[in-house]
């Protein structure tokens, strides 16, 4: 009865203090900023469209020529919560719920670890508080951080009860735990457990019972562990290495460098004096310039760069290195003081720039998320030293409820007060902004099918494509569209080749980038500015205050909304341009109707990836754009050529998780054993 009470406090814990800060997810709001739609919800939009049709996206078909979904994995288009929430939800209400869920896993886990380690109920309420809405919050413009780090801390949590109770059932829930973090598309803070996870037993380790042939055994039950929840990620790990081989990624160039985000040494002292970078009169971004003490050669941002976890905190972990005769972590204190400060080490990028070739030190951009092993680190630590300080006092169990409940309210507060930005001028945004992120009651995302541009194009069929500001975002319209913006994604993207310049002036300039349209296939431009229709050869056809984009935007002026005359599309025959009747996009196929009785070319101004078959007409070599050879004939019936996207590497990956999956059920039964005999073996021998 007692831990039924104790899991319903944590739980009221967990769920109430995503209320007291995302209040707005709660009531039906949202969040605007960051990469939250120029990445984000153009992601969510393709999935939950696809799903609502019964299918499941492989194929982005409206980012620029499209990329592969499992490939750049972040829409995570198979990892199963998505797929019920943006199957049963609409966009904005399946995306607030995915983050208020991961908070309750994230804090619930940390409790469970910290319970793990020996802590008390109140110190490992403080922990949880402290690390999840210390790091956390003001990451919230960034999807993956607390599914990430959800995962994360679940996947310690399994793994120290295999340590501690040799229960061969956790093997199988930190095989299911890494799978599905690597399947919710943002592989960063998964690598980052992998490092922690292979110094865990060393870390929480506080005695040394078992024979050195036992140890070696659960080392290599947790390496078996690893290696089952990477290959229940394989149907997807697999088309992100495949994708990586023609990525941006290639090579470290202005497009990527793995040290941009990075915490310069100087900003360590937010830990201690927050005041001096959030509350100056420069913002955080300005003064991070300046921190140049030591740093590395790279640019970095305030969030990146956030490592504050509470005052409070910091000074409860330090006070326990003064009763580590009553703490918990007596005698491991230094190892966790040690993770603290490698983490820190991490995160100044300086490792990063010294072993970029090392693999996946250099794959990840953003060296300043290893802070969340130091944010880590405190959080147990100030559950330890408040312990220690508790443990001090004879007093009574209501007494140290009460203190309890106030340090933790402390706590939250002040991590409240640190994850806001109080700008004088800001209402009706007041204590709405967490850095780049604002809460809105009303967000744009629901103004979806009120768009009037996302109307006119639902009257077209796929044969458009759309030039406008915004990257990734006008895709929300239901349209291809270009530029594009990708964390990972196929390097033609980051070339000035799929670059306009709608501020040119000069009319040669303006006939050169009139011309690099037609190549793209662009039909359409959507601009802030008015175009000379003459030099730039478009017909305005409207100037629309949209209800999606204006808002999303914050804009109040109308755009200006163009189409290219004579504009040959994004399907076209080079030798006849009126050929193409109608042509079907959808995520894995796409159909195109041709009159032409002569024969010739097709070129659909697509990338030409690996997978992407045409099981209708032959193929021609084309190192860009895919193409095919037409047949010619009836001029009354037209010819159908089809395109069907079939991977190799998603066949593989399928194999990889089926093995995974079966292997997370057996690999457990089969060690269990074999700790079993080796325990008796230790026993005879004893004996």
Known sequence: MQKAISACVVALFAVGLTWVFWWPLWEGGGLIGGDLYPYYFPQKAVLADALANTEIPF???????????LGESQTGALYPVYLILYR????????????????????????????????????????????????????ICLEWAIVGGAWSIAFLWAETVFLQSRNRWSLAAMSLILGLNLLAGHYNLAFITILLAAVWPWLISRRESDQPGLKVTKLIAIAGALMLGFAIAGVQIIPTWELKSVSQRQEEAVAFTPTYGHLPPAAISQLWTPWSWYAGEM???????????LAVPDSTNQVEAYVYCGILPLVLAILGIFFRSHGQLSGVQWRWWGIFVVGLLMATGWPTYWLADVPGI????????????????????AGNGFQSLVSQRNSSKRTKNVFGLVVVLIVVGDLWVASRKFQVGSSPFWMRQVFYATLLDDPPITYRDESELREYFRQLDGNVRLYAPGQNMPTLLGVSSLPVYLGLGPAIYETQAVRV???????????????????????????EHPLNETLWNVNLESRPVDALLNRAFGRREPFYFYSLTDASG?????????AVVTLSVSPNEVIAEVNNSSGGTLELRDLNYPGWVCTSHEELDSELYRTVKLTGGDEEVPERVRWVFRPRSHFLGAILSSLGLIGMIFFPIWIGRFINSKEKAVSSAHS
């Open 283 to 293: 913002t955080t971004d300005e003064y991070l310039v300046e921190a140049n003490w």
């Open 88 to 139: 049963f939800l609409d966009i904005n209400s399946a995306y607030n719920f995915s983050q208020l869920l991961h908070y309750v896993i994230a804090f619930v886990s940390t409790y469970g670890v910290a319970r793990r380690l020996g802590l008390g109920r109140w110190p490992s309420l403080l922990a949880a508080v402290t690390f999840v809405y210390g790091w956390f919050p003001a990451r």
């Open 501 to 527: 310049d709608l501020m040119e002036a000069a009319p040669e300039r303006i006939q050169e980038e009139r011309s690099r349209l037609e190549q793209l296939g662009v039909t359409h431009i959507l601009s």
């Open 59 to 69: 194929w982005n078909p409206l980012v620029g020529f499209g990329y592969p979904v």
């Open 570 to 578: 994004r399907c076209h025959v080079p030798e006849d341009p009126d």
């Open 362 to 381: 250099g794959f990840f951009r953003g060296p300043g998320r290893y802070s969340m092993i130091s944010a880590f680190a405190v959080a147990i630590l």
